[in-house]
C-alpha cells in the first residue's frame, strides 16, 4: 500500500509540473495572439493613415513581443524576434522617414564601430545580397541581412520570402511556416511565395500540402522553372514515388531555361519514362 501511495504521489508531482508547463504555454500562446491581434491593427491604422495611433500600437505591440521574450524565451524564439524587428522597422520607418540615411550603432560589429542603416534605394542591393548568402549556405549572414532590411521596408514581399526561405535552411521549417503561410493568405498571387512555403512543408515532411502549394504555384505562372523543378523532385520521395510525373516535370522545368541536374539525370538514366 505504501509503494501505491508513493506511486501516487510521485504521478500527482509529476502532474502539476505538466500542468504548470501547460499553463506556460497557454499563457504565452494567449499573449501571442493579442500581440499579433494588436500588430494587425497598427497595420490596419498605417494604411488608413492614421500614423499617430499606428505609432502607439506599434509600440504597445513591441513592448507584448518584448515581454514574452522575456517570460518565455523558449516560445518560438525565432518568430517572436521577427515580429520585433518587424514592429522597431515600423517605427523607425514611421519616425525617421524624413532622413532615409541614418548612422546606427550595430552591437554586433566585431569592431564596436558605427554602421549605416540602409536607404529603401538600397533595397534591391540587399535582396541579391541576402540570396548571394543563401545560396552560400550562410543562413546566419543572410537573417543579418533581412533584419537590416526590415528597419526601412518591413512590408516587402521579397523580403519577407528571403526570412522564410532563410528559415528552411536553418531547418527551422515551423517558423517558416508561419511566416510563409501569413504571406501567401496576403499575397495570394505571389507564385514564388508559394514555392517557398512549399519548400517548407515538405522540410516539416508534409510532403502532400508542399505539392499542393507547387500546383498552385504552377497555376498561377506555368512558365514557373523552378516550380516545375522542385515538383519533380518531390515527386520521386514519399512511400510511392512517381516516376513517370517527376520526369514530366523535370523534363519541363528543362524546357523552361533550367540548367542539367546531374542527380536527377542519374535517376531517370534507365531510359524513358514508363
Known amino acids: 500500500m505504501k509503494t501505491f501511495r508513493t506511486l501516487l504521489i510521485c504521478l500527482a508531482a509529476a502532474m502539476l509540473v505538466t500542468s504548470a508547463a501547460t499553463a506556460d ?10 500581440a499579433e491581434d494588436m500588430l494587425k491593427a497598427a497595420d490596419r491604422s498605417a494604411e488608413n493613415g492614421d500614423y499617430g495611433k499606428a505609432l502607439i500600437l506599434y509600440k504597445l505591440t513591441l513592448n ?10 523558449d516560445f518560438n524564439p525565432n518568430m517572436i524576434e521577427f515580429r520585433m524587428e518587424y514592429c522597431d522597422g515600423r517605427l523607425d520607418a514611421m519616425l525617421n522617414s524624413s532622413q532615409p540615411m541614418a548612422v546606427e550603432f550595430d552591437p554586433q560589429s566585431t569592431n564596436g564601430s558605427p554602421s549605416i542603416a540602409v536607404a529603401p534605394e538600397q533595397v534591391p542591393e540587399l535582396l541579391a545580397l541576402t540570396r548571394e548568402h543563401l545560396e552560400e549556405g550562410e543562413s546566419d549572414a543572410a ?3 533581412i533584419l537590416r532590411g526590415f528597419k526601412v521596408d518591413p512590408d516587402n514581399v521579397n523580403l519577407r520570402l528571403l526570412a522564410g526561405l532563410a528559415q ?10 508561419f511566416l510563409l503561410k501569413e504571406l501567401s493568405i496576403e499575397e495570394p498571387s505571389h507564385a514564388p511565395v508559394r514555392i517557398g512555403l512549399a519548400a517548407a512543408y515538405f522540410g516539416d515532411g508534409r510532403r502532400d500540402a508542399a505539392i499542393e502549394e507547387l500546383e498552385t504555384a504552377i497555376s498561377l505562372e506555368p512558365a514557373l522553372a523552378e516550380a516545375h523543378y522542385n515538383m519533380a523532385q518531390v515527386m ?8 513517370d510525373a517527376a520526369y514530366d516535370f523535370y523534363h519541363r522545368a528543362l524546357e523552361l531555361g533550367t540548367a542539367p541536374d546531374p542527380r536527377l539525370e542519374a535517376v531517370f538514366e534507365g531510359g524513358e519514362k514508363e
Do not use: N, V, W
Not at 25 to 34: M, N, Y
Open 25 to 34: 504555454i497557454i499563457s504565452a500562446t494567449l499573449k501571442f495572439t493579442r
Open 236 to 243: 520521386l520521395t514519399g512511400p510511392d514515388p512517381d516516376r
Open 143 to 145: 537573417r543579418a541581412q
Open 168 to 177: 528552411c535552411q536553418a531547418r527551422r521549417f515551423g517558423d517558416a511556416i
Open 64 to 73: 507584448a513581443f518584448t515581454e514574452i521574450m522575456a517570460e518565455d524565451p
